[in-house]
């Protein structure tokens, strides 16, 4: 099995940053591609952000690029998301996920228990 937990969320102004971060653990050579989900109330789960093993792919959702920017270390078995610029409607719970395939699909094998981010205006 795979364990994830995510740090770094909280509050932040609008047009402030918050870099999240996702420590894998226990089986971590099964990991293929990692990222990032995010929920706001009322809302169904959403993706973000995913990055293949190597770092060499990564792929955003629409309304982030240009803000936002994952990275890996795969020494450390973590992945980051860098989110800049954050505005109001980036406020979500984000979750880190991992899958055993190159692309995380809409459901990945592994999920973090969340951490909340909230964009003041």
């Known amino acids: 099995q795979v364990q994830l937990v995510e740090s770094g969320g909280g509050l932040v102004q609008a047009g402030g940053s918050l870099r999240l971060s996702c420590a894998a653990s226990g089986r971590t050579f099964s990991i293929n591609a990692m990222g990032w989900f995010r929920q706001a109330p009322g809302q169904e789960r959403e993706f973000v952000a995913e990055?293949?093993?190597?770092?060499?792919?990564?792929f955003f959702e629409d309304s982030v690029k240009g803000r936002f920017t994952i990275s890996r270390d795969i020494d450390k078995n973590t992945v980051y998301l860098q989110m800049n610029s954050l505005k109001p409607e980036d406020t979500a719970v984000y979750y880190c996920?991992?899958?055993?395939?190159?692309?995380?699909?809409?459901?990945?094998?592994?999920w973090g228990q969340g951490t909340q981010v909230t964009v003041s205006s």
């Open positions: 996920a991992a899958d055993r395939s190159p692309r995380l699909g809409g459901s990945p094998d592994y």
């Open positions: 990055i293949s093993r190597s770092g060499g792919r990564t």
